[in-house]
T-cell receptor
Framework: AQSVTQLGSHVSVSEGALVLLRCNYSSSVPPYLFWYVQYPNQGLQLLLKYTSAATLVKGINGFEAEFKKSETSFHLTKPSAHMSDAAEYFCAVSDQSSAGYQKVTFGTGTKLQVIP | DSGVTQTPKHLITATGQRVTLRCSPRSGDLSVYWYQQSLDQGLQFLIQYYNGEERAKGNILERFSAQQFPDLHSELNLSSLELGDSALYFC??????????????FGPGTRLTVL
């Protein structure tokens, strides 16, 4: 069964510092991996996704993630944190269900706090 | 704005009652997914529909049911409500293939409070 593990339910960084949110997956090959962001009182929004093309994936708002098969990881990074990045971030893995359609498993989420 | 709409935004009801949550997917999307988000359980997949047919089930209780109508909107019915059903319920939709690389577009959610 597919799963994702997000290390750290809360991460705090200073404004301007590197953001690193960790995600490890367990899935059959090939895994399809996603990062979603949830701002307060809103639904989830896609940041980026890996679909077996380039291993370094660039997303919106300056975020990127690197797929590392040897480490079964898909960590999310941003070089310089902004106050507006404060939100909850979800890593997700997608696979086809037995019926042939998308089945997504979300991680438990990491709340990012940005300190001025 | 994701293009996915959900009504109502907030719902307050009593234990034992029945409620219906409504979702309209993005124009052209055939797949609809329902999720429950709570503090203790996190984001849990409930059920998926594709073009009117149920395609995948997750951690959906027997007291809960859903359907997708010919116009592709979907409803999630929650009955015999318990305090523990209080949560945010999200609907998401995805593109025509319903395949594993599809991006899911989430609605703003319905916050259900059971008193």
């Amino acid at each position: 069964a597919q799963s994702v593990t997000q290390l750290g339910s809360h991460v705090s960084v200073s404004e301007g510092a590197l953001v690193l949110l960790r995600c490890n997956y367990s899935s059959s090959v090939p895994p399809y991996l996603f990062w979603y962001v949830q701002y307060p009182n809103q639904g989830l929004q896609l940041l980026l996704k890996y679909t077996s093309a380039a291993t370094l994936v660039k997303g919106i708002n300056g975020f990127e993630a690197e797929f590392k098969k040897s480490e079964t990881s898909f960590h999310l990074t941003k070089p310089s944190a902004h106050m507006s990045d404060a939100a909850e971030y979800f890593c997700a893995v997608s696979d086809q269900s037995s019926a042939g359609y998308q089945k997504v498993t979300f991680g438990t989420g990491t709340k990012l706090q940005v300190i001025p | 704005d994701s293009g996915v709409t959900q009504t109502p935004k907030h719902l307050i009801t009593a234990t034992g009652q029945r409620v219906t949550l409504r979702c309209s997917p993005r124009s052209g999307d055939l797949s609809v997914y329902w999720y429950q988000q709570s503090l203790d359980q996190g984001l849990q997949f409930l059920i998926q529909y594709y073009n009117g047919e149920e395609r995948a089930k997750g951690n959906i209780l027997e007291r809960f049911s859903a359907q997708q109508f010919p116009d592709l909107h979907s409803e999630l019915n929650l009955s015999s409500l318990e305090l523990g059903d209080s949560a945010l319920y999200f609907c998401a939709s995805s593109g025509t293939s319903g395949g594993p690389t599809d991006t899911q577009y989430f609605g703003p959610g319905t916050r259900l409070t059971v008193l």
